[in-house]
């Protein structure tokens, strides 16, 4: 069975840094469009940016110019570099392909922004 470990979540002050990663098992992950989601209380997932097996990225506008992701294929591991966080930044963040399928959701990494 696939499956997509995250890591690096935490807390960290409005402004502050963060670099998650996304480790993934299976030997074909280099054909994979990737992508990182959040999801924050009360609200819906979000799609935050993605990465196509080449290394082209789109953002959300939300995080546009503060975010960016970015691919170790050799590693299989896909990562999201978040900087200027502000508070509506806090969710727990997830990897998946692009689209995402469902029987591939791991547990997140908790990402909380407050001072």
């Known amino acids: 069975q696939v499956q997509l470990v995250e890591s690096g979540g935490g807390l960290v002050q409005p402004g502050g840094s963060l670099r998650l990663s996304c480790a993934a098992s299976?030997?074909?992950?280099?054909?994979?469009?990737m992508a990182w989601y959040r999801q924050a209380p009360g609200k819906q997932r979000e799609l935050v940016a993605i990465?196509?097996?080449?290394?082209?990225?789109n953002f959300a506008d939300s995080v546009k110019g503060r975010f960016t992701i970015s691919r170790d294929n050799a590693k299989n591991t896909v990562y999201l570099q978040m900087n200027s966080l502000k508070p509506e930044d806090t969710a727990v963040y997830y990897c998946?392909?692009?689209?995402?399928?469902?029987?591939?959701w791991g547990q997140g990494t908790q990402v909380t922004v407050s001072s």
């Open positions: 998946n392909g692009a689209p995402a399928l469902g029987q591939y």
């Open positions: 299976g030997s074909i992950f280099r054909l994979y469009a």
């Open positions: 990465i196509t097996s080449g290394g082209s990225a």
